[in-house]
């Protein structure tokens, strides 16, 4: 109901947008067994009844949920119990999940690793980054000087960036520009994010795959979460 038409979503993004820990959805996932607490989060991507959501989960009875949460509601806050009380609009998701894809790109890339100094790793990541930001801001995104900064620090390797520094500078240009909101905006990402992914796997940088279904999600707009 929640993933790409005909598919199952990913379980890592399911437990980011429900606000549970990967690892928790994992272990349930093995257990076939879901707790109240993990449940009811998982509930809340629904607006169907969310107690009827969580017998269904735990228990497969009572009626499935039909209707995912499509409302924009503003950012996403959780009570001190773990329950989401708010949603982050479409463009905040969008963004969140380009910044996860991102930073598991860079966090398993051993090159950046490789010798002193400016590293070929950081070289090639800056290199990329910047064609990235320099299409979107072809495109008329905003808040994209930001992420070139960002890139170009990677490529003079002075001062480069952690990985939260650079998936937070994605997440920023995707959030705050209303392009992402329009259907002609989100082609023009899926087709950066492509590029982007490509030149990444050309320098051989691995896990680029889940920049590449992103950019397949948003170009065939199959997924009630984009």
Do not use: C
Not at 36 to 55: K, M, N
Not at 86 to 108: K, N, S, T, W
């Amino acid at each position: 109901m929640l993933g790409p038409v005909g598919k199952k979503l990913p379980l890592a993004w399911l437990a980011d947008l429900a606000g549970v820990p990967r690892s928790t959805l994992k272990n349930a996932a093995a257990r076939d067994s879901l707790s109240y607490d993990v449940a009811w989060q998982i509930a809340g991507l629904f607006d169907d009844d969310r107690a009827a959501t969580v017998e269904w989960l735990r228990k497969g009875t009572r009626r499935a949920p039909t209707r995912p949460r499509m409302v924009s509601v503003g950012s996403s806050e959780t009570q001190s119990t773990g329950v989401i009380t708010q949603r982050p609009d479409r463009a905040e998701r969008l963004a969140g999940i380009a910044a996860r894809a991102f930073a598991l790109v860079v966090r398993a890339a051993d090159r950046l690793e490789e010798g002193g100094g400016t590293k070929p790793g950081q070289r090639q990541l800056g290199d990329a980054l910047l064609a990235f930001a320099s299409e979107l801001m072809r495109t008329e995104f905003v808040h994209t000087p930001a992420l070139i900064a960002v890139a170009q620090r990677l490529i003079e390797g002075a001062n480069p960036p952690d990985v939260a520094t650079i998936a937070g500078a994605v997440y920023d240009v995707l959030a705050e520009s209303p392009r992402v909101r329009t259907a002609e905006g989100r082609r023009d990402l899926a087709l950066a994010l492509t590029g982007l992914a490509k030149q990444l796997t050309e320098a051989r940088f691995p896990r680029t795959h889940g920049l590449l279904d992103l950019a397949r999600l948003l170009l065939h707009e199959e997924s009630a979460i984009l």
